[in-house]
């Protein structure tokens, strides 16, 4: 129907601002001179950790924004994206890691092309989502959660990240913020 159709449309518009504001902020916190309060929202190395927020607070900011002619109510907007955003994180953890231990080093084409295809897909979720309904109470209160764990998740861990092979640079070894030059 028409009403899927358009949040299919609006979501894939989405994708296309996620990527690119994301895209930004792979660089962002270098160009700040490395200022510890954006390094919330900005990759600070190249660890796997860092490339998944920078599809989550893009895609955070999507949900917050109002789409004209979408009557999801906010909520349920957050609820959907909680789902979506788990699996874009996912994709990317599974594709970068399956890759890389094929090949044995990463490539900046499939590096961009798992951020994009998993991008994609996150939001193709969220649109079936939204299409087949969050009003459920309980999947509400999970997709809230989801999203609430993931905000926690990527706040506590970009300042203190554990000793996982998740949040260690390859370039480096180090995890978290590197320390200024």
Same mark, same amino acid.
């Not at 990527?154 to 390859?170: G, K, N, R």
């Given at each position: 129907?028409?009403?899927?159709?358009? @949040?299919? &449309?609006?979501? /894939?518009? *989405? =994708?296309?601002?996620?990527?690119?504001?994301?895209?930004? +902020?792979?660089?962002?916190?270098? !160009?700040?001179?490395? !200022?510890?309060?954006?390094? @919330?929202? =900005? $990759?600070?190395?190249?660890?796997?950790?860092?490339?998944?927020?920078?599809?989550? !607070?893009?895609?955070?900011?999507?949900?917050?924004?109002?789409?004209?002619?979408?009557? /999801?109510?906010?909520?349920?907007? /957050?609820?959907? &994206?909680?789902?979506?955003?788990?699996?874009?994180?996912?994709?990317?953890?599974?594709?970068?890691?399956?890759?890389?231990?094929?090949?044995?080093?990463?490539?900046?084409?499939?590096?961009? *092309?798992?951020?994009?295809?998993?991008?994609?897909?996150?939001?193709?979720?969220? =649109?079936?989502?939204?299409?087949?309904? +969050?009003?459920?109470?309980?999947?509400?209160?999970?997709?809230?959660? #989801?999203?609430?764990?993931?905000?926690? $998740?990527?706040? #506590?861990?970009?300042?203190?990240?554990?000793?996982? !092979?998740?949040?260690?640079?390859? &370039?480096?070894?180090?995890?978290?913020?590197?320390?200024?030059?």
């Amino acid at each position: 129907d028409q009403r899927s159709k358009y @949040l299919v &449309r609006l979501e /894939l518009i *989405g =994708a296309v601002g996620i990527i690119l504001i994301g895209s930004t +902020m792979h660089f962002a916190f270098e !160009w700040s001179g490395r !200022w510890t309060p954006l390094a @919330l929202f =900005a $990759a600070v190395n190249e660890s796997i950790w860092e490339h998944l927020k920078l599809a989550f !607070w893009p895609g955070v900011l999507w949900a917050l924004i109002p789409q004209p002619g979408s009557d /999801l109510p906010l909520l349920e907007r /957050l609820a959907a &994206r909680g789902f979506s955003l788990v699996l874009t994180a996912l994709l990317i953890v599974i594709i970068f890691t399956g890759y890389t231990a094929i090949l044995g080093h990463n490539l900046l084409p499939l590096e961009i *092309g798992t951020f994009v295809l998993a991008v994609l897909a996150g939001q193709c979720a969220s =649109a079936a989502l939204s299409i087949y309904g +969050m009003s459920r109470s309980v999947l509400l209160a999970i997709g809230l959660g #989801l999203l609430i764990a993931q905000f926690v $998740a990527y706040a #506590l861990f970009t300042y203190f990240p554990p000793d996982f !092979w998740l949040f260690v640079d390859p &370039r480096h070894g180090l995890r978290g913020i590197p320390r200024s030059p």
